[in-house]
């Protein structure tokens, strides 16, 4: 049996990167923050987060 996946809205998505990024900053600082980080942190691709934001 094949689970079909589904993405998350524009809007969700964006609000799911700002929460574990926000997370992340508090943890760790910002000097620790990297988009790379990021993407790992939130189980998306690098591309994905580039997709929503150019830079940090």
């Not at 574990?20 to 998306?44: C, P, Y």
């Amino acid at each position: 049996m094949s689970v079909k996946r589904t993405g998350l809205s524009p809007s969700a998505r964006i609000d799911q990167l700002l929460d574990v990024a926000k997370q992340m900053i508090h943890n760790d600082g910002l000097q620790a923050f990297t988009i790379e980080s990021l993407a790992r942190t939130a189980a998306v691709s690098s591309p994905l987060v580039y997709n929503y934001f150019s830079s940090r």
